[in-house]
Every structure is written in C-alpha cells, then in structure tokens.
C-alpha cells in the first residue's frame, strides 16, 4: 500500500466508523454467533501474495463484525464501559500515525511531558493534592500489581529484587473480600501467592471492610511471624460498587507502617464531581498508590489507566532498571519506562488531552451525572416488577438484582436478555447469591436507552414465566 492508498482507505474506513456509531443501537449488543463460527470462516494459512483492500475490507464485514461484541453500543450495560468518545478515537488515529515508542523521554519528549501534565490535569480534577505525581498504565490490573511489588520490596528493604524471596517470611497483603480479581493475580505473579491474600468481610450500606477485622488480621499475623506488607482498599468494586472506609483503613495503616493501594479503576471518574466525593474518597489523599481507568467512565480509547503516587520512590525502587543503553546524558529528564513494568510504552497521554479540551470537565461530570440519576430511576423501575429483588442498591450508577426463583433462574434470565440482543447484561455472586448486576456509563447512552432496559427485562421475564 502506497501513501495515496492509506490516504483513500483513511478516508472510506472514518466514514464507515462514524456510521457505525450513528446506527449502532440498531444492532444486538452482545455477538450472536456460536464458538468457532469466526474462525471457520478465516483462510488455514497465511497468503502468498497481498490482497486488494477493497476483498480485505468486504471479508472484514462479512466476517469479523458478526463476531463483535459492541462495547459501544448505548445499551451495554454489563461488565463497566471500555469508552471511546470520538476526540479520543481521533487522538489515537494520530499516535497510530506517528507510531512513537515513549519509554524514555529521549524517544519521545512530548510523549513524556504532555504524560505528566495530564496526570496533573487529572490529579486536580478528582481533588486529590499538589505534589502527588502519577504515571499512565495499560490498565488497573497493571498499576495493582505495580503496587503489590513495591508493597513486597518495601516489607524487605527493597532486597527482595536482589536476593530473592527465600527466607523473608510470608508477606501478608490485606483487602476485603470484594476485590478484583486482578489483586489475586497480583499477588500470584509477585510470589506472595494466594493464601497470603487476606480477603476480610464487609459491612455497611457500602460493603466497606471491617476495621476491626483488619486490625485483628495484622495482629495475628505479626504473632505468628508472618509479614505484614500492605493493604488495598477498593473505592467502587467491580462486583456491586463496594467502597471502603478510606479513612478507617489508612489509620490502620498508618499504625503498622504498611504501604496502602487503592483501586477505583471505575468509580475514581466520578471523582470529578465534588457531590460524590463525600464520603466515597475522603482519606485518598494518604494513600500512597491510587488508580482509575479515564477508559472507563471519562470517555479515553480504551486502553488508559492513571496511577497517582504520592511519594514514586518506592515504586522506583522497585522496578527502575537502568542498562547503558537506557541512559539519557546530560539533563535531569522523568523515563517513564522505570515506573511501569513494561519497556515499551505507548503515547497514552494524547487522548486525554484531546479528550479533556473537547469536553472540559463540566462537560464530563454532566455524563457522569445523568448516568448515577438514570441508574438510580431504572433500580426503582426494576424494583417494581412483580417478584423482583433490588439486592444491592444503586452506589453511583451500579447496582444488582434478582428475579423470583433459585440461582439458575438468575442465570437463565441473563442469557435469554443477552440473546434477545436489545440489552447487555453480566451475573455476578454476592452474599453466597447470584445476582444480575447492571451499570450505566457507556458515553453517549440516553435515558431513553437505560429506561428502557425495564421494558426489556419485563418482556423477556414474561417469556420465561
């Protein structure tokens, strides 16, 4: 493909991707194909010879689509939104363009410096303080175990890289038992393992951890040798929106001098407006690793997620490497690359700034708002269908529910609304249940849209009945 070919393919591919937008709540949410249909329809080996793209772009149609899942589409409503506002899907089309690699500031100075603005940008908008730095990750699940390593290095005087494990006792990380799945994988591949995850119960309105629990867990586990490390606190679950008392667990912390994460991945967006932040992230400022994901509610291409520290030393400590090659002579200079996992880093940082220009915060936090109020009135119209169950009550736009009958029921309404296609829908467990659970925050939903997910649920429970 020579540059005037790209050029007409840019052109025909932007159109039919802002006609995939315009026209997307006429399609089912969810694919509606069965395991192995794409595949079988794909070629066994690679072409010898290049194809036209007008074949390559018509088999595209024929081919993939059917397969996709669209996580675009006003009426997702399951899982949490993997967002692409369209100054986002531009600024990736320009990073795609130039193709940058930023791991140092030396490969990329504008990748390095707009990163650190918007991080600022950022900071100032979910309210959190001036001096606490940050750096863009691919997700959460990538800034978790960030945290978790340095939680680990930190409980061994940062000797834990260099030496080795063995000996060191038995690290003991703390949570409740609402967390992400990615905290348990964090502490599978940072060799802390599994049993040494203390998940503790909750209580409340919020399903916050219980203080006492934790304390009483440290105290055990400091009499029987063990290694007390760190503790992640979670702000909006992924399970029904669980929030911990922030305040509660960082003066736990702060007591035994262990290192604190705090996973929002979804609900930090709502941070930009004020009402939502009492008492939902009062005490984040004393964490010492925070993350949210702006590709989920804020409206950033997926994939974009921010962790603030307050102090990067530690996490420095624990990941920065620094090779000949690596080097940059002569100035002072931040290398992203040192605070993040991965070498190789993409320019995440220019759809944040298309992004918060085109909208600007108030144009941000009105989305925000309407989907907390819309969820909010869909919870009450759900409630009232005969037989049903709100189980956890809306916590910002999240909440679950169940129809009458026993667990196999809840999973057999769930499939019948995924395959009706007009809503997309995910089961969850809670209390030893299982649960519907339904959020709202795809970007361009309208009430009109949520509202109707009532209608949906009533017509397919009738089919069921």
């Known amino acids: 493909m020579n540059w005037d070919e790209f050029a007409h393919w840019g052109q025909q591919i932007s159109k039919w991707a802002a006609a995939y937008h315009q026209t997307l709540s006429d399609r089912p949410v969810r694919a509606q194909t069965a395991p192995g249909a794409i ?40 899982y949490f939104p993997a967002n692409a506002a369209p100054p986002s899907m531009l600024a990736e089309m320009l990073v795609t363009t130039i193709a940058a690699q930023c791991m140092l500031w030396q490969t ?32 959460a699940s990538s800034a978790t175990l960030s945290a978790v390593l340095t939680m680990r290095e930190r409980a061994t005087g940062f000797t834990g890289n260099r030496e080795g494990l063995n000996a060191k006792g038995a690290f003991r990380i703390y949570c409740s038992d609402q967390v992400h799945s990615s905290i348990d994988r964090a502490c599978w591949v940072a060799g802390i393992g599994q049993d040494n995850l203390v998940k503790l119960p909750t209580q409340g309105p919020t399903f916050a951890i219980d203080p006492d629990a934790l304390e009483a867990a440290i105290q055990r586990d400091i009499a029987a040798g063990h290694v007390p490390a760190g503790i992640i606190a979670i702000t909006g679950g992924t399970g029904v929106g669980a929030c911990d008392d922030l305040v509660a667990v960082a003066d736990i912390a702060q007591r035994h001098d262990l290192y604190t994460h705090l996973d929002a991945a979804w609900a930090g967006s709502a941070m930009i407006c004020p009402e939502f932040r009492d008492p939902l992230w009062a005490g984040a400022e004393r964490y010492d690793s925070i993350v949210f994901n702006p590709h989920k509610w804020l409206g950033a291409q997926f994939d974009c997620a921010i962790q603030f520290l307050k102090d990067a030393t530690p996490q420095l400590n624990t990941l920065k490497i620094e090779p000949e090659y690596l080097k940059t002579s002569g100035a002072e200079v931040t290398n992203y690359s040192e605070w993040t996992i991965p070498l190789g880093r993409r320019f995440r940082a220019l759809k944040i700034w298309f992004l918060l220009r085109s909208y600007g915060l108030d144009g941000l936090r009105a989305r925000i708002r309407n989907h907390v109020a819309w969820a909010n009135e869909l919870a009450e119209k759900i409630g009232s269908i005969e037989g049903f169950e709100i189980t956890t009550g809306p916590i910002l736009s999240l909440f679950s529910f169940r129809c009458p009958g026993d667990d196999d029921m809840q999973q057999r309404l769930v499939d019948a609304l995924n395959d009706d296609g007009r809503i997309y829908l995910t089961q969850g467990m809670f209390d030893g249940r299982k649960i519907i659970r339904l959020q709202v925050g795809q970007f361009d939903t309208t009430r009109e849209d949520v509202l109707m997910a009532a209608d949906v649920i009533r017509d397919v429970w009738g089919s069921l009945s």
Do not use: C, N
Request: no cysteine.
């Open 108 to 139: 990329s100075p504008a990748g390095t410096e707009v990163e650190s603005v918007m991080v600022d940008w950022l900071r100032q908008a979910l309210g959190l303080p001036t001096g606490m730095t940050g750096v863009i990750q691919d997700s």
């Open 39 to 78: 595949s079988a329809q794909l070629e066994p080996a690679p072409p010898e010879t290049g194809q036209p793209m007008e074949t390559i772009m018509a088999d595209f149609e024929r081919i993939v689509m059917p397969g996709i899942t669209h996580w675009q589409h006003p009426r997702f409503f399951a």
